[in-house]
């Protein structure tokens, strides 16, 4: 116990020497403590040493087969399988999967194994993920915002964009007008698009930025193309 106290204390002020000694002190003393083999992972993890990430990754495994409700190491195996070149983001996908079988109600857990369906494109995963998480918290505007994403991606850009309209009006902001106004530019809905702007409350966000005054200046050509037109 004391060898844990001295190790933890030594990677708060990260002495890595003496924690390491400390947690390897740990382990021989008592090889079923998974606090230990936790701490020791983090030790390697902390060095930035490359040749240390295997022995991280044994570590945690070691931690979460002694004790699976371990929610710090399953955390940390998240991490390690991201930080991987190339990431293995299937792994991660299940590490998660643990984590929110620990924390069922943790938001981020979720939106983080939301975007990692997102990227690997499981959108059968990700639509139940996002249809329970909506009927959990209907008014939180990220969950319309990612389910909008995987909608572009299938090319179902109506489908997106009674999501989108749904995000800018549960939190009308600049970050929310980007993607609606792109939509909706491709759809060559311009005067809706000038509409939004001149409504939107993030007036100076959008004056400070390329991209939104790019598509407000489609819009307005676009316009006047229909006028000279019609």
């Keep these: 116990r004391l060898a844990l106290l001295r190790g933890l204390n030594a990677l708060g002020t990260k002495n890595l020497r003496v924690a390491e000694e400390s947690l390897e002190e740990a382990v021989r003393l008592d090889p079923n403590n998974a606090q230990a083999y936790l701490y020791r992972a983090r030790m390697h993890l902390m060095s930035g040493e490359e040749r240390r990430s295997d022995a991280a990754r044994a570590d945690l495994d070691k931690?979460?087969?002694?004790?699976?409700?371990?929610?710090?190491?399953?955390?940390?195996?998240?991490?390690?399988?991201?930080?991987?070149?190339?990431?293995?983001?299937?792994?991660?996908?299940?590490?998660?999967?643990?984590?929110?079988?620990?924390?069922?109600?943790?938001?981020?857990?979720?939106?983080?194994?939301?975007?990692?369906?997102?990227?690997?494109?499981?959108?059968?995963?990700?639509?139940?993920?996002?249809?329970?998480?909506?009927?959990?918290?209907?008014?939180?505007?990220?969950?319309?915002?990612?389910?909008?994403?995987?909608?572009?991606?299938?090319?179902?850009?109506?489908?997106?964009?009674?999501?989108?309209?749904?995000?800018?009006?549960?939190?009308?902001?600049?970050?929310?007008?980007?993607?609606?106004?792109?939509?909706?530019?491709k759809q060559k809905a311009y005067a809706q698009v000038l509409e939004l702007y001149q409504n939107c409350p993030d007036s100076d966000e959008i004056a400070e930025s390329g991209p939104l005054l790019a598509m407000q200046a489609a819009a307005l050509t676009g316009v006047g193309q229909e006028q000279e037109a019609g």
């Design 63 to 185: 931690a979460i087969s002694l004790d699976g409700s371990l929610v710090s190491a399953h955390e940390m195996l998240v991490d390690w399988h991201l930080n991987q070149n190339p990431p293995n983001i299937s792994d991660a996908i299940g590490a998660l999967k643990s984590l929110i079988n620990l924390k069922p109600e943790n938001v981020s857990y979720k939106l983080r194994l939301a975007n990692l369906f997102l990227v690997r494109e499981n959108f059968n995963e990700l639509q139940d993920l996002l249809e329970n998480a909506i009927k959990s918290n209907p008014k939180l505007p990220i969950w319309y915002r990612l389910r909008a994403q995987m909608y572009l991606k299938q090319e179902k850009e109506r489908d997106a964009l009674v999501d989108l309209n749904r995000v800018y009006k549960m939190s009308p902001s600049a970050e929310a007008l980007a993607p609606l106004a792109q939509l909706l530019v």
